[in-house]
C-alpha cells in the first residue's frame, strides 16, 4: 500500500528510537516507554485498554483506534445473531432436528422484546440500529446524550437513569470501553435490576463482568441466559465453571474484527495528520480512558 514506509515487524524491529508509528492491541508490557520517537499509536480494533494500560506509555502521544465497516456489521451481526438465536428458542430447533421431529412454535414479535445497550458509541449504535430494523424495541444507556438513534428509542444517560434503564431490558448488551468507571459493571447490582428471565450478552471486556455474580443470578433463575464473547483471562481455561453450563452460550472473543488493509490506511492518514499537526481519526481521550 505504502512502498515508502519502512515497516518492522515484533521479530525484526531494529532501532527502536526510528519507531514512529506502532500498530498494536496489546502491546507487551513496557513496550511503548521504550519508542522514544513515537508519535502514533494505532490500535488493531476498538478497544484501547490493554493500551491504556502500559504505565511506561508518554500520555502525549495520541492513540487512534481502528473503526470500519467490518468492525461495525461484525458487531451488528453477532449481537444479531445472539438476540435471535435466543428471542426465537432457536436451540429447540436443534434438539428437534436431532429427534427429527416437526414442532412449530409461535414466534412473538420482536416488538414485545426490548434490547437495551449499556454503550452505544461506534458499535453500539451499529448494533442497535440492526435491531430496530429487525423491528425490536430498543433503549440505550450511556454518558451522554447521542444524536442518530431511531426516533422510537428510549435514550438514558448517567447513574441516575441507570435504574429506570435496566428496569426495561429483556435483553441488555454491554458495549461499555473497559474504564475505572465500567470495570465490574454486570454484577449483582444491574441483575437485580433487570427483569426476571433477562438475556445478558457481554461483547465488550472480559472484565466487565463479575463471574460469581453472572452464576448466581443464573442459578436463582433472575437471569435466564447469558452470552459471552470475551473473558477476563484469555483464553477461557478448560476448568472454567462456564463452560459446563447449558445457559451459557461462549464464542472466544470473535464477534468482531478491522479489517487489516482499514488498519493499514488508518495508520497512514493519521500519521500524515499528526506530521501535520493534526490529530487522530477516531482519537482517544486518555482521561476518560476510551
Ligand atoms: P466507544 O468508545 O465508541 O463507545 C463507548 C460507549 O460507552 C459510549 O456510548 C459512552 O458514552 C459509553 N460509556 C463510557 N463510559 C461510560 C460510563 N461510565 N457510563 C455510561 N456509559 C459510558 O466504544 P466501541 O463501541 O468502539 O466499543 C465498545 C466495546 O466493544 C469496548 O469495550 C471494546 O473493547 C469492545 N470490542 C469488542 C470486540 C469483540 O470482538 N468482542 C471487538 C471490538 C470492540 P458517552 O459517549 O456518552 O461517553
Ligand atoms: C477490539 C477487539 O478491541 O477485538 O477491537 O476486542
Request: hydrophobic letters at 45%; aromatic letters at 6%; proline letters at 5%.
Amino acid at each position: 500500500m505504502a512502498p515508502e514506509v519502512d515497516v518492522r515487524t515484533p521479530k525484526c524491529m531494529g532501532e527502536l528510537t526510528q519507531i514512529e508509528a506502532l500498530i498494536c492491541w496489546k502491546p507487551e508490557a513496557g513496550l511503548l516507554g521504550s519508542l522514544s520517537s513515537l508519535r502514533l499509536i494505532q490500535a488493531t480494533g476498538a478497544g484501547v485498554d490493554a493500551i491504556l494500560a502500559d504505565t511506561s506509555r508518554d500520555p502525549a502521544v495520541p492513540i487512534g483506534r481502528t473503526i470500519d465497516v467490518e468492525i461495525a456489521h461484525g458487531m451488528a451481526g453477532y449481537v444479531g445473531w445472539a438476540v435471535l438465536d435466543h428471542f426465537r428458542g432457536m436451540s429447540r430447533y436443534r434438539v428437534d432436528q436431532a429427534a427429527r421431529q416437526w414442532n412449530q412454535v409461535e414466534t412473538p414479535s420482536p416488538a414485545t422484546h426490548t434490547v437495551g445497550f449499556a454503550g452505544v458509541g461506534a458499535l453500539g449504535i451499529a448494533c442497535l440500529r440492526e435491531l430496530a430494523a429487525q423491528g425490536f424495541a430498543t433503549r440505550c444507556w450511556s454518558r451522554q446524550t447521542r444524536g442518530g438513534l431511531p426516533s422510537e428509542t428510549e435514550q438514558f444517560t448517567g447513574a441516575a437513569e441507570l435504574d429506570g434503564f435496566l428496569r426495561g431490558c429483556n435483553t441488555l448488551v454491554c458495549l461499555l470501553p473497559l474504564t475505572g468507571e465500567t470495570r465490574g459493571f454486570l454484577g449483582k447490582r444491574v441483575f437485580d435490576a433487570l427483569p426476571v428471565g433477562a438475556h445478558v450478552i457481554n461483547v465488550a471486556r472480559g472484565e466487565h463482568l463479575v463471574e460469581a455474580d453472572l452464576l448466581a443470578a443464573l442459578d436463582s433463575g433472575r437471569i435466564a441466559r447469558a452470552t459471552l464473547d470475551v473473558f477476563t483471562q484469555e483464553p477461557l481455561p478448560a476448568a472454567h465453571a462456564f463452560w459446563g453450563r447449558g445457559d451459557i452460550s461462549i464464542t472466544p472473543h470473535i464477534a468482531a474484527r478491522a479489517g487489516a488493509r482499514s488498519v493499514a490506511e488508518q495508520t497512514l492518514m493519521n500519521l500524515a495528520a499528526i506530521r501535520q499537526g493534526g490529530t487522530p481519526r477516531h482519537a482517544v481521550d486518555s482521561r476518560a480512558g476510551y
